[in-house]
């Protein structure tokens, strides 16, 4: 009951804000004819207390005496039109008139009124308002304030008029005021997770799990193109810086911890996903020595190979990946920066996989994700084909990196809010391999 | 004799009651919006505007001609019959004859481009006069046809409004100057008006009503209503159709903020108390008939639109750093929390961005992004065939013509009338508007003063059928007559005031087309 006397306290009189009987509605989630009634009487409790502390206008609603109105009308066309022939030019039609007015001009309103239908008060303010239109501010605040959540169910509380017949496209366009770039990604992650997630996580999606492991991989496949064309140019700034900092790094092998974090720190406009590669990175650095070249190859190579066989590799790629891709890895060169962020998010969504589901055929898998690290190093630093063979024998090695990486990912978002795709994609794998961790048993 | 408080029947100034409050749901609105104005997407200005006169003359003389000889087939004057000049060049001097072509009027202050040729005016900007009527009675009037041209004279010619490009008929007699000493004239009236729910119910072909004159029995709502009960078009829902117009979104310019926003908040049926709430569930439909946006200063207009009220917008070039956004923004923000509760018509207006020409296209979707996801229909290429379903928030053509809870209906942003109002010595902009239905044409001075697309095949001006309610917006006042024709039609002529200026909304009762306004004021 008195919640919104400590609402309207706290707005009007610590806040000093002005509060109209819709951004009371909406905060407190209440009808406006509700708010209506509380902001009256929380205006005549408060000046009960002290007077002139509260400061309210009303809207008054009725027909006016039509004298005064009449005469300026009468006097507006003979001035401007001399010929008064034309008496009749229009007929005569009841008006509404709905008056904001303040408290002070209230009774002088009212006199002009002939009939009112309904009044009510609009708004509270700590000060007499000496601008009306200073309330479109408020009222904006409202739009702002309803714009989130303007579900039919949520306007119902509000007592907004509803239209059972309203049409509408079922598919939202981008959010209109965001960068042209961030809806794509956004939504892109937004698949991806979930099928991440499925079969680690029984708490989001129940359902899912069923799905099992083959649809991981499809989803995660279509989002590799989406992200590298959305932040290809930084990356394909940052590939270069890589290939510098490799030249740098490889002397200092056995130093590699530090060189790995300057990497880091050279690819930082990537997002957090720099992070990721890097610290998987080291490690199987320091085990392995290679040229980049090649490394980079593979990528390549096995990025188109994803491409085209996204949904091949959907269904296939457990029994198949392993083989597939050695000889792919010869393939021509292409641009570097695509197959980078494709490959780790299509790591991580096997890497989830493998370790959740963990069954019999993951092995296979495994292998493949390997060779997706190996990947990342490649963009990092270098990839070797023992590397592969390592982690595919071993099933040990591939849970280790993993770990890294989503707290990687982990401590990027709060650190710097993902802008783009690639981050929150980041994060998102993360998380799956963490669910994925978990629920493995 | 103040009116207490406590008589007040919905007085909310009370101890919050804590009683729920009844969900409103609102009035369903009828709408089947026509494409008479629709431009095709790929439209060609190579061709001459020539066309569009011969196509109005043949369309309308006919018309005219069954009503003068009607009028005048009996008609002796001093012994003399009158008889029927075929064409103007027809005319035999001293001979009482009657003849119809389309009007031509010159005037002093009336742009001629074969005179901005002659004495080499190339200025960029074309001038725009906010009057070619001068009270020194210089004006010329001429009446033409495919054959020639005759100039008008008589005393007659003052009591009639006549612009360039309304077709008439006349009778009169060659005087020894070769001018026409007009006794009479006559107009080619309303059209046709079809029933009400005309469109709803197309399958039976033959109420059309659009080229048959087959039976036109008008304003007897009953009547047609009854008949309605047979054939499944939608019963009248008791609603209310809500027009403004000039709404003027503006970045800089507040001063009608909160009006604005408390006409949303009137629309949404948030305002006011539960009973007046429930009227306002009533309120069907939001027309919205032009001038949504308001001109920024920095804003350069290059398409001169005729009634333009600031002088600093006749500049070429334009300056896309200089775009403010904001003022669409507002308007975009406005209709998505509009759209939810209430269809919403929106016609584009002289300061809109949409094309300057007559008839304007609708304002593009993309200028709402927000609203946009209300608009389900896409639009057909050429504009004119998508029919069945309507868009919920429809922006539509700048002469506009639908069929709104069974009346049809016809608007415009202002333009037409605007234009009229520069040839006339009056303010009576119903009497333009009635005008406009006499003439059958709903832009008579398009293309002569009032841009126009250059149409090849057909004249859409032209009004094919007579609306029963017939709105302009963007006029300086309100106003509002019914008009009634020859055969029994009745048109609801308003005229819609500018809300910046008047905050003012128009409703018009769906059942009977009686109008009521509300004023919406802060002080």
Redesign the interface.
């Given at each position: 009951m008195d919640e919104y006397k400590h609402y309207l306290a706290q707005k009007l009189l610590t806040e000093d804000q002005v509060v109209t009987y819709r951004l009371l509605s909406r905060a407190l989630k209440v009808h406006v004819n509700a708010a209506k009634e509380m902001l009256f009487d929380f205006h005549k409790w408060q000046n009960d207390k002290r007077p002139n502390s509260l400061h309210a206008t009303y809207i008054i609603y009725g027909t006016k005496k039509q004298v005064d109105e009449q005469d300026g009308d009468v006097e507006m066309t003979n001035s401007q039109n001399s010929e008064g022939l034309h008496v009749p030019l229009s007929d005569e039609v009841p008006i509404q008139t709905l008056t904001l007015v303040r408290e002070e001009h209230l009774q002088e309103v009212l006199t002009q009124y002939d009939e009112i239908t309904s009044i009510h008060v609009y708004s509270l303010a700590p000060h007499p308002l000496k601008d009306l239109q200073l309330l479109a501010d408020t009222a904006r605040q409202v739009l702002e304030l309803s714009s989130g959540d303007s579900t039919p169910a949520s306007e119902k509380v509000f007592g907004v008029i509803t239209n059972p017949n309203v049409r509408k496209r079922d598919r939202h366009g981008p959010p209109p005021k965001s960068i042209t770039n961030a809806p794509a990604p956004k939504v892109e992650p937004g698949a991806q997770p979930k099928s991440e997630e499925k079969p680690t996580t029984t708490v989001p999606v129940k359902e899912e799990p069923k799905a099992a492991t083959t649809k991981a991989p499809t989803t995660s496949a279509p989002v590799k193109k989406p992200t590298p064309a959305a932040s290809g140019k930084r990356q394909a700034a940052s590939g270069i810086g890589q290939m510098f900092a490799k030249a740098a790094a490889k002397p200092k092998k056995p130093a590699a911890a530090k060189p790995a974090e300057e990497k880091s720190a050279a690819l930082s406009d990537d997002g957090e996903d720099d992070d990721a590669e890097p610290m998987t990175g080291v490690k199987q650095e320091d085990k392995e020595d290679s040229n980049a070249r090649q490394s980079r190859k593979d990528r390549q190579a096995e990025l188109e190979r994803m491409m085209d066989e996204e949904d091949e590799e959907d269904d296939e790629d457990e029994k198949a990946d392993s083989p597939a891709e050695e000889p792919m890895e010869e393939d021509e060169p292409e641009p570097e920066p695509e197959p980078t962020h494709a490959e780790k998010e299509g790591e991580e969504g096997e890497e989830v996989v493998s370790t959740t589901t963990g069954g019999r055929r993951r092995g296979r898998r495994r292998v493949t994700r390997k060779k997706q690290i190996l990947d990342d190093q490649g963009y990092l630093v270098t990839i070797q084909e023992p590397g592969w063979e390592s982690f595919s024998e071993d099933e040990a090695p591939a849970p280790k990196p993993q770990p890294p990486k989503p707290k990687a990912a982990a401590k990027a978002e709060p650190a710097a809010k993902p802008k783009k795709g690639a981050a929150a994609a980041g994060g998102k794998g993360g998380q799956g391999n963490i669910m994925s961790f978990f629920s493995k048993k | 004799m103040?009116?207490t408080?406590e008589?007040?029947?919905?007085?909310?100034?009370?101890?919050?009651?804590?009683k729920p409050?009844n969900?409103?749901?609102?009035t369903?609105?009828s709408y089947k919006p026509l494409h008479s104005f629709s431009l095709n997407k790929e439209k060609s200005y190579q061709q001459q505007f020539a066309d569009m006169y011969f196509l109005r003359l043949t369309k309308l003389k006919p018309a005219v001609e069954q009503i003068a000889s009607a009028a005048w087939a009996e008609t002796v004057i001093g012994g003399e019959p009158c008889k029927k000049a075929e064409r103007v060049l027809d005319i035999r001097q001293g001979e009482l004859c009657w003849v119809s072509g389309t009007v031509y009027i010159d005037m002093p202050l009336k742009p001629d481009i074969l005179e901005d040729v002659s004495k080499d005016r190339w200025i960029s900007a074309p001038i725009t006069n906010d009057k070619y009527y001068s009270e020194d009675g210089t004006i010329s009037i001429s009446l033409e046809d495919e054959s020639g041209r005759v100039p008008l004279t008589g005393e007659v010619l003052k009591d009639y409004t006549l612009v360039t490009g309304c077709i008439i008929a006349v009778l009169g007699t060659e005087n020894a100057d070769g001018d026409l000493e007009v006794i009479d004239i006559k107009l080619p009236e309303l059209p046709p008006q079809p029933d009400r729910w005309a469109v709803s119910k197309q399958q039976p072909a033959a109420n059309g009503g659009t080229a048959g004159k087959s039976k036109r029995k008008v304003v007897k709502d009953e009547d047609d209503d009854e008949e309605m009960t047979d054939s499944q078009p939608p019963k009248s829902s008791g609603g209310k159709i809500a027009i403004v117009s000039g709404l003027s979104f503006s970045s800089h310019d507040?001063?009608?903020?909160?009006e604005?926003?408390?006409l949303?908040?009137?629309l949404?049926?948030?305002?006011?108390?539960?009973?007046?709430?429930q009227e306002?569930?009533q309120i069907s439909r939001l027309i919205i008939a032009g001038n949504s946006i308001s001109l920024e200063d920095p804003r350069p207009v290059a398409d001169g639109d005729k009634d333009s009220k600031d002088k600093q917008q006749k500049k070429y070039g334009y300056d896309a750093s200089s775009y403010n956004a904001l003022p669409s923004q507002l308007l975009?923000?406005f209709l998505?929390?509009l759209?939810?509760?209430?269809?919403v018509t929106l016609l584009p207006g002289s300061r809109d961005p949409a094309n300057a020409s007559y008839p304007q296209q609708p304002i593009h979707a993309a200028m709402f992004?927000?609203s946009?996801?209300?608009?389900?229909v896409q639009p057909s290429k050429d504009g004119s065939s998508s029919n069945g379903?309507s868009?919920?928030f429809d922006t539509v053509t700048n002469p506009w013509e639908g069929e709104v809870d069974g009346w049809r209906v016809l608007g415009t942003g202002g333009q037409n009338i605007d234009d009229i109002f520069k040839y006339v010595?009056?303010?009576?902009r119903?009497?333009m508007m009635e005008c406009t239905a006499r003439w059958r044409l709903s832009a008579p001075t398009a293309p002569d003063t009032l841009w126009s697309y250059p149409f090849q095949d057909d004249d859409p001006f032209v009004m094919q059928t007579c609306p029963h309610l017939y709105f302009v917006g963007c006029q300086p006042?309100?106003?509002?007559?019914?008009v009634t024709g020859p055969e029994g039609q009745a048109v609801r002529l308003v005229?819609v005031p500018s809300f910046t200026e008047s905050h003012e909304l128009v409703l018009v009762d769906s059942d009977t087309l009686?109008?009521?306004?509300?004023?919406?004021?802060?002080?």
């Open positions: - | 103040s009116t408080l008589d007040v029947p919905g007085n909310l100034l009370r101890k919050p009651s804590g409050e969900e409103l749901q609102r369903a609105s507040a001063s009608h903020a909160i604005l926003s408390l949303l908040e009137y949404l049926g948030e305002a006011l108390d539960p009973n007046a709430q306002l569930s975009d923000e998505s929390a759209l939810p509760s209430l269809p992004p927000k946009r996801v209300y608009t389900t379903e868009n919920w010595g009056s303010d009576d119903l009497g006042t309100f106003g509002t007559r019914v005229a009686d109008v009521t306004r509300v004023k919406i004021s802060a002080v």
